[in-house]
């Protein structure tokens, strides 16, 4: 699940909304929403968002913040560490070698150290 993905789903549940009635009521696919949950897909389109903040009512800083976080969700990342110190580039290697066995903690703590910078 993407951090989009995940903020879509909070917004429909806290509002009683099914996939199938958000896609009926955007005229998408509940396939399509489904798989942006869950983050099988890439990140939506700045329209599409746009069309989920007006679905929600969603105005002002929350907005902006899920279109942070749309911006944050491309599933599948690609990290170009040349002209940067081979730390950096030791860092981006090891981190995508080991990404799936680090714990929830474990990556809310990387997070947190990348977020303060």
């Not at 509002?15 to 399509?32: E, F, H, P, V, W």
Request: glycine share 6%.
């Amino acid at each position: 699940m993407t951090p989009f993905g995940r903020k879509m789903r909070e917004l429909r549940q806290q509002r009683g909304i099914t996939l199938k009635q958000m896609a009926n009521d955007l005229n998408l696919s509940s396939a399509y929403l489904s798989a942006l949950e869950h983050g099988q897909r890439g990140r939506p389109s700045p329209g599409l968002v746009m069309q989920i903040l007006g679905y929600f009512n969603v105005i002002w800083d929350e907005a902006e913040e899920v279109k942070a976080l749309a911006e944050l969700s491309h599933p599948k990342v690609t990290l170009d560490t040349a002209g940067l110190s081979p730390d950096a580039t030791e860092l981006a290697n090891r981190l995508k070698r080991r990404i799936r066995e680090l714990s929830e903690e474990q990556l809310r703590e990387l997070l947190e150290v990348v977020k303060r910078r």
